[in-house]
């Protein structure tokens, strides 16, 4: 049982809440924090124009959040931001959390007296947003363990923080799913109400001193609601200040709060004690009825009726009334009494722990964490591996054991072309659409400061390697013998490393794609836009001789003239094929194979060269993507 007091001359501010069965979260220092707001004003521009053109369209400032003063919610209490849609509740809880960089704030936040700045609320609180996203293949307990072994501090052995995940995984109630699958992106795993919990737990692992979290209940029946609500409850009494926006709770929800604070159109309607609220609104003449939910009450009575001016004017009247009755009432008056106590004699400091683990560690476990999440993803395995194995097989059967007379040696050259584009081709679409959704959970870890981009970067790429590499040498396993190509070991080996550079190059343009817009469909229009324009500009359709002169820089661009032409050396180079006609003829030309190398006009067809290039290639796209993960920010969604 735990008894939290923390009395006003109201005799309002106070909780004595009974709540059993909980552990003792004991990692770091504990620190919690009062969270206070002092002269709050939240602007945004707001085009004027319905379709804004950059820089012309004139621009409205929109004051989202107007005057909020006298708010302090102290540490270990559990707070509730209501309001209707539209109210401010989101852009309030990412105010103080230090997620409004679009916006214009004036005012303060104090962390126990302290202003912070958006970077520091940003370090120093948790922030549990609307939706969840984590790994769809990794287990409960395996997403904390990684969370917890990139978060809590480096100070703390392997052991201690596995210690730590434990205690929490008990203390969320998770230890009846912790070793099922996350699932999620259309695959079956834990509840709704269970994901929730998990993320709230990655937010816990960095030890927060505030924990956010935007509609924590959104999606959730009533009685799963409850008991995420109760679990925060739990956690706040051990120390945490939590606060959360939450749309039209349960009656027995509600009265879990310690603190209300209701909002509309940007102005405080109520902010105290929720015991205290409804009280308040009877002495203001809104008595609410026995058989009510306050909750929806209190909403009903702070929204505006658009229905009719009549009633537009009547309820804008109304709320008008209530914010300056709050404005003039008691509570208000405890509230400006609370928030001008001094902390000069407070030996609680606002302090950001600093959480160093080390570099190559999280490279590592950002790289384990990929491989499992990658080989676990089943659909994806198979898909590719199948996808590779038929095209191989599609490939294989149509230019099927290709002749040594010049229709076959026409068709080796066609296969070349096929091959460099079509299996590079589906393996892109295939990247974008894996990236374009773990970088959500990229976007959101790096934002909460997890880890850095390198080790990141570093392990994305390493971990998507070993698919390139087999998924190559299966399709030129395949394909190369069904086609009948140059009969040796070491020409096949070129093939496959051709296939295989081939293949990462378009690999990491999809990355890169990803990493600049994150979104599946714009990100595949790009790289397709780049695709085609490569692919035909490889030499094969169109010589590249014939181009305009504005145009032949584009001959050495095509990064898959450098496979197709390196795929033709390697077949051609050194070869000769039987020639029907009188040795020394001049159609023996034809069946030569340098000859046939030297019609076929490409730019460059050194096996060396070509391999080099599409390696450096492959750099310069991965070095773009490096530099698009860490310098375009995405706010995460
Ligand atoms: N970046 C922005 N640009 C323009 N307007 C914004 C921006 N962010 C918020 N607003 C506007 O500010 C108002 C408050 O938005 P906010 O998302 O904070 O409301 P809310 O109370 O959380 O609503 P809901 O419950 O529907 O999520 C809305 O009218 C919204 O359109």
Redesign the pocket.
């Given at each position: 049982m735990i008894e939290n007091d923390s009395d006003n001359d109201l005799g309002g501010h106070s909780t004595s809440i009974k709540h059993h069965n909980h552990v003792n979260l004991s990692w770091g220092k504990a620190m919690s924090f009062d969270v206070e707001i002092k002269d709050l004003n939240v602007n945004?521009k707001?085009p004027q124009w319905k379709i804004p053109v950059p820089f012309i369209t004139p621009m409205n400032e929109?004051n989202?959040l107007k005057d909020l003063s006298n708010i302090k919610v102290p540490a270990g209490s559990f707070c509730a931001i209501l309001?209707t849609?539209?109210?401010?509740?989101?852009?309030?809880l990412n105010t103080l959390a230090g997620r409004c960089e679009?916006?214009d704030i004036s005012g303060q936040i104090l962390f126990n007296g302290h202003a912070v700045t958006p970077i520091e609320a940003k370090k120093s609180v948790g922030y549990v947003m609307q939706s969840d996203h984590l790994l769809p293949n990794l287990t409960v307990r395996e997403t904390l363990r990684y969370s917890g072994m990139l978060r809590l501090p480096g100070t703390l052995s392997k052991e201690r923080k596995l210690e730590i995940v434990e205690e929490l995984i008990g203390e969320l109630a998770l230890r009846d799913c912790a070793d099922r699958l996350v699932g999620g992106h259309g695959k079956r795993g834990i509840s709704g109400g269970e994901m929730r919990r998990v993320s709230i737990g990655v937010q816990m692992l960095s030890n927060p001193g505030v924990l956010f979290l935007d509609e924590p209940t959104s999606g959730l029946d009533s009685f799963t609601a409850h008991n995420l609500i109760q679990t925060l409850l739990s956690l706040s009494r051990q120390n945490k200040t939590i606060i959360c926006?939450i749309?039209q709770p349960r009656a027995d929800i509600f009265q879990l709060f310690d603190y209300v604070l209701l909002?509309s159109k940007g102005n405080v309607v109520y902010f105290g004690p929720t015991r205290a609220i409804v009280d308040h609104f009877a002495s203001l003449g809104h008595e609410c009825p026995f058989d009510v939910n306050p909750s929806d009450f209190f909403l009903d009575l702070i929204t505006i009726n658009y229905q009719t001016d009549k009633l537009e004017n009547e309820s804008k009247a109304r709320l008008g009334d209530l914010i300056t009755g709050f404005q003039t009432s008691p509570i208000y008056q405890a509230n400006v009494t609370e928030s001008t106590q001094s902390y000069q004699n407070d030996t609680r400091k606002f302090e950001i722990e600093i959480r160093n683990t080390n570099y190559w560690l999280q490279t590592w476990l950002l790289y384990h964490r990929s491989m499992v999440n990658m080989v676990r993803d089943k659909s994806v395995v198979t898909a590719r591996l199948v996808e590779t194995v038929l095209i191989a097989l599609i490939c294989g059967g149509i230019f099927y054991k290709l002749g040594e007379d010049q229709s076959g040696i026409k068709s080796r050259v066609s296969a070349f072309y096929v091959v460099v584009i079509l299996q590079p081709y589906l393996i892109i679409i295939a990247n974008i659409l894996q990236y374009s959704e773990e970088l959500l959970v990229y976007d959101r870890e790096y934002y909460d400061g997890m880890y850095m981009t390198f080790p990141y970067w570093l392990a994305t790429k390493a971990a998507s390697l070993p698919f390139e590499v087999i998924t190559a040498f299966i399709f030129s396993s395949i394909f190369y013998w069904m086609a009948d190509l140059r009969q040796s070991a070491g020409h096949f080996f070129i093939f496959f490393v051709f296939m295989m550079l081939a293949q990462y190059c378009s690999a990491s343009l999809g990355f890169m794609s990803a990493s600049i817009l994150r979104s599946f469909a714009a990100s595949s229009l790009m790289a397709n836009l780049l695709m085609t324009f490569w692919a035909i500009t490889t030499g094969f359709i169109i010589n590249p001789a014939t181009f305009p002169i504005y145009m032949t820089w584009v001959g050495y661009t095509s990064l898959y003239q450098y496979s197709y032409g390196g795929l033709a050396a390697n077949e051609f180079k050194g070869n000769s094929y039987p020639c029907p006609y009188p040795p020394g003829t001049p159609e023996c030309s034809l069946f030569n194979g340098n000859d046939i190398l030297d019609r076929l006009e490409l730019k460059v067809n050194n096996i060396g060269v070509n391999g080099a290039v599409l390696v450096a290639i492959s750099t310069i796209f991965n070095l773009l993507s490096l530099l698009a993960l860490r310098f375009i920010t995405h706010k995460p969604k």
């Open positions: 945004v707001v929109l989202i309001g849609s539209g109210s401010g509740k989101t852009t309030l679009e916006m926006t749309h909002l």
